[in-house]
């Protein structure tokens, strides 16, 4: 690719010549060309160039030149330290990502509030912040995140940052970065190119929840991930999945042989299924179940039976106080919660039957913030459905799931094709 198609060019005002940041389309995918599986095999820690050909299937002349090549672009680094004794050859050399030099920057914008985080190339978060996501119109709120984004990644100058990745509701345009978010009141807002052009980074932006059915493709949880490095199959190559995210949104995407299906009119929703409940949605209906189900509808009609207190202190109550309520003991708090799970169960269930996956993930604070609800979502799962039972188990990142769909945003074009990406990163910088 010529450098002029890397680094398009345009005039400004005063004559000089500006360079327009690219942004690129994330790859929500297992990719499986030879660089990307050496590099992958390599995300577990170091690796040997035998146990990475037994890993990908590739022959161990072709890992030999991945490598090189991989090393010579700073993505892996030779363990000397590891050789074995008495090796004899540069072959039996270690190799692993090389953690230390780079970063990539991770942004997840919530409705109410956005996330900025970096993190290495193995996939894991080095340090990060949150603030709360303007509301007060789209230009102001994408410039104000940009400028925040830039000034916390001055924070890592002993790392060269490559990428940045953004991960936010509503409808993305993968192409061009630019995003229609209804709850934000955003239309047509070239979230991509703003980052790009503030940051000096290429750019990827995916729809959230596309973005953390992706991070449990890509960056698996520790005990996956122990499996890919020893050479063990994780199954999340092959067959089908279903990813159900809620916590103040409720949203679903499916995965097909380690690839996100990303629709070309953007992903489906599930906000205004039925749930047989009495909350009035904002579209005029009763029950739909984002309303029912999202986190500052939970906590607003906990405030409004006088389970927790509308202020705690001199601050605002939020759900985590319904969820302290729950553990502390109050019946209350745990009925409004064992109520939400078995709604959920119930609804993952018909969702779950109408597509029949190879295996469901959970994902959201609505599953993982108050753990004792998942025993009730897990029996209305099970008397809900009609199909066999099914591998269905809660996301591994937990809390942070919403980081994670930011980072492996900025890091799906370097998995995808690591050379290709940082010939693009070099062309940019």
């Known amino acids: 690719m010529s450098l002029t198609l890397e680094r398009p060019l345009s005039r400004v005002a005063n004559g000089r010549v500006r360079v327009q940041r690219p942004v690129v389309a994330p790859e929500l995918r297992i990719a499986d060309n030879p660089a990307a599986a050496v590099l992958r095999a390599a995300i577990g820690g170091p690796v040997s160039r035998d146990n990475a050909a037994r890993t990908t299937g590739l022959s161990i002349a072709t890992v030999n030149r991945q490598v090189s090549a991989l090393l010579a672009v700073g993505l892996l680094r030779e363990r000397q330290d590891l050789t074995a004794s008495g090796a004899v050859g540069r072959p039996r050399v270690p190799f692993e990502i090389d953690h230390e030099a780079y970063l990539t920057l991770g942004i997840y914008v919530g409705a109410a509030a956005t996330r900025i985080v970096a993190a290495d190339l193995r996939g894991r978060i080095l340090g990060g912040l949150a603030i709360a996501t303007p509301q007060t119109g789209e ?72 973005a953390m059915a992706a991070a449990e493709l890509l960056l698996p949880t520790p005990e996956l991930r122990d499996a890919a490095a020893q050479g063990r199959a994780t199954g999340l190559e092959r067959g089908s999945g279903l990813y159900f995210y809620v916590r103040e ?25 039925p749930t047989g409940s009495d909350v009035v949605c904002p579209c005029g209906r009763r029950g739909c179940l984002e309303v029912t189900v999202g986190d500052r509808s939970l906590h607003a009609r906990a405030v409004g039976r006088g389970i927790i207190p509308a202020y705690n202190g001199t601050a605002g109550s939020t759900i985590a106080d319904l969820y302290r309520a729950a553990e502390a003991g109050s019946e209350p708090a745990r009925e409004l919660l064992a109520e939400r799970a078995t709604i959920l169960g119930q609804t993952v269930a018909l969702v779950r ?61 370097l998995y995808a094709d690591p050379l290709s990406a940082m010939r693009r990163a070099a062309a940019v910088d």
């Open 139 to 210: 230009a102001f709120a994408t410039t104000t995140i940009a400028r925040s984004a830039r000034a916390f990644l001055q924070r890592w100058h002993r790392r060269k940052p490559l990428w940045a990745g953004v991960a936010i509701g509503g409808r993305v345009d993968p192409l061009t970065g630019v995003v229609d978010h209804p709850k934000l009141d955003w239309q047509g807002s070239p979230v991509g190119s703003v980052l790009g052009d503030v940051l000096e980074l290429p750019v990827s932006v995916a729809p959230h929840v596309e």
């Open 353 to 413: 039957d109408m597509l029949n996956p190879d295996r469901v993930i959970l994902g959201g604070q609505a599953f993982t913030g108050y753990r004792p609800a998942v025993a009730y979502m897990a029996r209305a799962f099970q008397q809900s459905s009609s199909l066999p039972p099914t591998d269905i188990r809660i996301s591994g990142f937990g809390g942070k799931v919403q980081e994670f769909a930011a980072v492996v945003t900025s890091l799906s074009a």
């Open 249 to 273: 949104t409720a949203g679903v995407a499916v995965t097909l042989d380690g690839r996100v299906h990303t629709p070309s009119n953007g992903p489906g929703s599930i906000a205004h299924l």
